[in-house]
């Protein structure tokens, strides 16, 4: 990633930095100036966490009106009080590859899907208060001829991904009940429900 933090423009004035951890990924602390809307220059400290960017799809099965989903423990999430795993479309970091070619990889491993029809929507930050992390988001169809592996993720990392297949409408009466609750599962899945009642109606 380029080093923006360390370039000087019109509203930002790098001053110093200091590196807090560099294990999983790296927290940084930055001392900077930035320019105030009435033109005067104000001293900050802020901290950022970059464990790179990331990407993460929704797969439809338009005949069966359901969608691919995956389950998995979650330790942020249970450190907040979460009870069980978390429902999640499958989604992954990039580690320096093109993210419609790691979002591939990543179905196959995570939910065992080989995926042929794939669009990228937009790329979002994920919380751009804290994490660097832009989210690269993509949907796409599938059928049950497409679930060529067993998925789970990689054992030897840790994972144990189970894959859910879900009626559409379940899966978004599961945000109202708080079933699920992972923030870019539940943009994709309100997405494709906006995508799929537009293009009922005709409308572009
Ligand atoms: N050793 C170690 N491993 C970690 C750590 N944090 C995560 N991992 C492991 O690193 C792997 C990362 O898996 P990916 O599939 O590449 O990423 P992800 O965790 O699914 O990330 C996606 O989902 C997250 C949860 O919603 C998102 O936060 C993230 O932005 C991204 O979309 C997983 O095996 C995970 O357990 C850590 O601190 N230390
Ligand atoms: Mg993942």
Not at 43 to 69: Q, S
Not at 84 to 107: H, N, S, T
Not at 138 to 144: D, H, M, Q, V
Not at 155 to 173: F, K, N
Request: charged share 25%; with cysteine.
């Amino acid at each position: 990633m380029p080093d923006h933090a360390a370039r000087e423009t019109a509203l930002f004035r790098p001053h110093a930095r200091q590196v807090l951890a560099d294990d999983w990924a790296v927290l940084t602390k930055h001392s900077f100036d930035l320019r105030r809307r009435d033109g005067s220059w104000q001293r900050l400290t802020r901290e950022t966490y970059d464990r790179g960017n990331a990407a993460c799809a929704l797969l439809h099965d338009p005949a069966r009106d359901c969608v691919l989903l995956v389950r998995q423990f979650r330790l942020p999430a249970f450190v907040q009080g979460e009870a069980g795993p978390l429902i999640e479309v499958p989604a992954g970091r990039l580690e320096g590859a093109a993210a419609a070619d790691r979002m591939r990889a990543e179905l196959e491993e995570e939910a065992g899907v080989t995926v042929t029809a794939m669009t990228h929507l937009f790329d979002l930050y994920s919380s751009p208060g804290t994490v660097t992390e832009l989210q690269s988001y993509f949907i796409g169809t599938y059928a049950p001829g497409d679930l060529t592996g067993p998925g789970g993720g990689l054992q030897d990392e840790g994972e144990d991904i189970e894959r859910l297949e879900l009626p559409l409408d379940e899966a978004l009466g599961m945000i109202e009940t708080g079933a699920i609750r992972d923030a870019k599962t539940v943009l994709l899945l309100q997405h494709l429900a906006l995508r799929l009642a537009r293009s009922a109606a005709g409308t572009p």
